[in-house]
């Protein structure tokens, strides 16, 4: 089971980027996927999740309006799109995947880690 990140780059203030993860080596039909991100000095924290079975999605508060998390099944690949980014936003981004729960934000909760993604915005 592997999962690998990419997408990030160095942004302005307000510009976009859009992140993705595919995963190998299983299908991952039943997973909850969920990104993560991790800046120098702080807790990884909760950025998205989303359930592979119907959709379902949920984001922290900080992020909420702005990202948007999408999948493609046939592809085994999760998307995070992200507008109007702000320097707040610059971190490690990690895609995550959990066998066992239908939704959670927890980071420990999952089972399956990328290797993360740089994304840097400048104000």
């Known amino acids: 089971v592997q999962l690998q990140a990419f997408g990030g780059g160095l942004v302005q203030a307000g510009g976009s980027l859009r992140l993705s993860c595919a995963a190998s080596?299983?299908?991952?039909?039943?997973?909850?996927m969920g990104w993560f991100r991790q800046s120098p000095g702080k807790e990884r924290e909760f950025v998205a999740a989303?359930?592979?079975?119907?959709?379902?999605?949920g984001y922290a508060d900080s992020v909420k309006g702005r990202f948007t998390f999408s999948r493609d099944n046939a592809k085994n690949t999760v998307y995070l799109q992200m507008h109007n980014l702000k320097p707040e936003d610059t971190a490690v981004y990690y895609c995550?995947?959990?066998?066992?729960?239908?939704?959670?934000?927890?980071?420990?909760?999952?089972?399956?880690w990328g290797q993360g993604t740089q994304v840097t915005v400048s104000s």
């Open positions: 989303i359930s592979w079975s119907d959709g379902v999605s």
């Open positions: 080596g299983r299908t991952f039909s039943s997973y909850l």
């Open positions: 995550a995947a959990d066998r066992q729960h239908y939704y959670t934000q927890h980071l420990y909760d999952y089972d399956y």
